[in-house]
């Protein structure tokens, strides 16, 4: 099985930045992507950025383009989210995820392991 575990998160002022890792443990191998997802408060969870684990392509939502950078270093297991210019709408708890499914994709249907979530709370 895989194990996601998150650093990152925080607290900061609109027009700031903040970096999320998420470091992926045990059958790393049988990873294809791993994405990031948030839950702003009272709303549904929403994708946000996803790279494939090896080649590196990558995929964003409208919402966080030119904003929000999705890297991986394999060599750490680690995947970033960069997120500068943050937004109060960006305020969620952020979740990474990781898929065995070949392909990038944004339904959180296509992730079968999560992490447990890190809060981001972005003050106007």
């Known amino acids: 099985q895989v194990q996601l575990v998150y650093s990152g998160g925080g607290s900061v002022q609109a027009g700031g930045s903040l970096r999320l890792s998420c470091v992926a443990s045990?059958?790393?191998?049988?990873?294809?992507?791993v994405g990031w997802f948030r839950q702003p408060p009272g709303k549904e969870r929403e994708f946000v950025a996803a790279i494939s684990w090896r080649g590196g392509s990558t995929y964003y939502a409208d919402s966080v383009k030119g904003r929000f950078t999705i890297s991986r270093d394999n060599a750490k297991n680690t995947v970033n989210l960069q997120m500068n210019s943050l937004k109060p709408e960006d305020t969620a708890v952020y979740y990474c995820a990781a898929s065995t499914l070949p392909g990038l994709g944004p339904s959180p249907a296509r992730y079968g392991v999560w992490g447990q979530g890190t809060r981001v709370t972005i003050s106007s």
């Open positions: 045990g059958r790393t191998f049988s990873i294809y992507a």
